[in-house]
């Protein structure tokens, strides 16, 4: 009974493993852009603002002035570098 219980935990664990470690879907282009619509300020997107979609910022941030352009966050978006929120679609941000 015992060795029948160790092997169901150890199959538990591999799955629940093997599902922490699928990535987030991608944007897609549509996506990309209401998100922008949703999180920019003035055209920009600020490192602080970020957290919770941006996957790597100073990947994202081409220039390294701390602040997203738009065309900086469609590039991110496109490299799989954004992660997506309840209202945009795919991914696990919480804004």
Known sequence: MLKIFTVGAAFALCIVSAQ?????PQLSAAECA????????DGSLAENDADDIVVDFEDADEDG???????EFVAACADGNIRGTSTTGPGAGTR
Not at 20 to 24: C, G, H, L, W, Y
Not at 34 to 41: D, R
């Open 34 to 41: 209401v998100l922008w619509q949703e999180v920019s300020v």
């Open 65 to 71: 002035d701390g602040e997203l352009t738009q065309s």
């Open 20 to 24: 922490a470690q699928v990535p987030d």
